[in-house]
């Protein structure tokens, strides 16, 4: 992305960067046209640009020394926001801390960072374009490694420098059909320009939606696999859940109907995002608040990536396809639970009473018999599922409504060919531009920035 010009019209900012205290080191960054004046009133001195400096630093009202810490001075443009920043690496103290942070709000023109704002103003200064803003948020939130390469290739310009190849490629032929427009008459412009314009449209428009043809498994895995356990009553569902979540995230009793509401668990299977729903159990009741968790838990279960059915295995025989297809859409297993109460008896999935699912386990949720097999398959559907996210170029909702709008915008252009106005192919072509301008950030981008910065942490 290219540099914006810096302003010397911007506040000071300063912020805690490290985590919570109190740890071993806390780290306060200062960015802004006043950061040097402000680390040679706290050290007394403004370190060689880049280097670690040992610093005693004081407070600047009365001299008292608050802690010897590591200085770093970080001139811009050549910074991570593109303006000068300075960092102190103190002792992690809760007491060092808040005295530091204080001392630097009694300096002029210095204030508290707002969530997001280094990082914004590392947007503003073009060090980073508005994919790879969002590509460093999700690294911040990722919780797997899956979660954590799709960002980091984010951050790295996977689909910011592809969408910026795209709009260049857009604006040749734009010119081309502007060519064709302006000089009409000159006789050493060729006349047939529209036609490798459209040609080239074409071809994007038709990379565009292969990209687009992903399923949505990009965004899925910033949000995780859905797996939502479901059936009927006293199955065992939340003893299940539990079983999985490797603690008492549900409440179990032996009475029907305990789960009112959806209660949700996030797991890391082999490093794949997984959400787990504990559904209310599906059932005929007269109590509106049941009727409400079983309507909730009904359209939970539709919307999941995946159902298991959990049912008390002495109950097998009774499960039959209609009642599955009446309550599930999507991929769906069948667990049979409570397996350890059968004694010698064989669980009756012999005859395979159901065709709607398509795997069936028996395990004992109490136990914890069979639970092992069950997250093996767990693990592998995931790691099939995300399989085809490791060359993913969409990530987001956003990313995908951009695209989407380009390559109507292209679909538009190609339609004008037919007609030959030239003046609206022009049109069109420049609409698909822009909108891969705001995709990056580079125009017209005021009305979102507010909403993607608002996630982010103070100090970053």
């Known amino acids: 992305m290219n540099e914006r010009p810096v302003s010397n019209d911007r506040p000071t900012i300063f912020a805690l960067s490290s985590g919570r205290p109190p740890a071993a080191i806390a780290v306060v960054r200062i960015c802004g046209p006043q950061a040097g004046r402000a ?4 050290i ?9 400096a040992l610093a005693r630093v004081r407070d600047p009202t009365d001299a008292e020394v608050i802690d ?4 770093l001075w970080f001139p811009g443009p ?3 926001s593109g303006e000068d920043m300075a960092e102190l690496q103190l002792h992690g103290g809760q007491a060092v801390i808040a005295a530091v942070l204080g001392a630097l709000g009694r300096i002029e023109g210095c204030r508290p960072a707002e969530p997001g704002e280094f990082t914004r103003r590392a947007f503003i200064n073009g060090r980073l374009d508005l994919t790879e803003v969002e590509g460093l948020a999700d690294l911040i939130a990722a919780e797997t490694p899956a979660q954590r390469r799709q960002a980091f290739r984010q951050l790295k310009g996977l689909i910011g420098d592809q969408a910026e190849a795209w709009r260049r490629q857009i604006i040749e032929a734009l010119a081309l059909v502007e060519a064709r427009i302006d000089f009409a008459d000159e006789a050493d412009v060729p006349e047939d320009l529209i036609g490798p314009a459209l040609h080239a449209a074409q071809q994007l428009r038709n990379t565009i939606a292969t990209a687009l043809a992903d399923g949505g498994r990009g965004e899925r895995l910033r949000d995780g696999l859905v797996v939502a356990i479901a059936g009927p009553p006293n199955a ?7 079983r999985l979540a490797r603690r008492e995230a549900a409440i179990v009793s032996p009475y029907p109907g305990t789960t009112r509401d959806v209660i949700e668990v996030h797991l890391d299977l082999d490093g794949y995002p997984v959400t787990l729903l504990d559904t209310a159990g599906i059932r005929v009741s007269d109590d509106p608040v049941e009727q409400e968790g079983i309507r909730r838990a009904t359209a939970r279960a539709a919307a999941a990536d995946l159902v298991l059915w959990v049912i008390d295995s002495q109950a ?16 769906c297993w069948l667990v049979g639970n409570k397996a350890d109460l059968l004694g010698d008896e ?3 999935s012999c005859e395979s009473p159901s065709a709607a699912c398509g795997k069936e386990f028996a395990i004992s949720a109490a136990t914890g018999a069979g639970v092992e097999a069950l997250i093996g398959a767990l693990s592998a559907y995931a790691r099939d599922y995300f399989a085809a996210t490791e060359s993913a170029l969409v990530t987001r909702a956003r990313h995908r409504h951009a695209l989407e709008e380009t390559v109507a915008a292209l679909d538009r252009a190609l339609g004008q060919g037919v007609s030959g106005h030239d003046e609206l192919i022009a049109e069109e072509l420049r609409a698909a531009a822009t909108t891969l301008g705001r995709l990056t950030g580079r125009v017209d981008v005021e009305d979102i920035l507010d909403v993607i910065f608002r996630d ?5």
């Open 236 to 242: 065992g569902k939340s003893t299940l859940l539990n």
């Open 456 to 460: 982010f942490c103070i100090g970053k």
């Open 346 to 348: 064989l669980w009756k």
């Open 44 to 52: 007394g001195r403004v370190p060689q640009p880049r280097r670690a």
């Open 68 to 71: 010897e810490a590591l200085a």
């Open 316 to 331: 097998m025989e009774r499960v039959s396809a209609k009642t599955l297809e009446n309550h599930v859409k999507t991929d």
């Open 39 to 42: 680390l040679e009133k706290l």
């Open 78 to 80: 050549n910074s991570e």
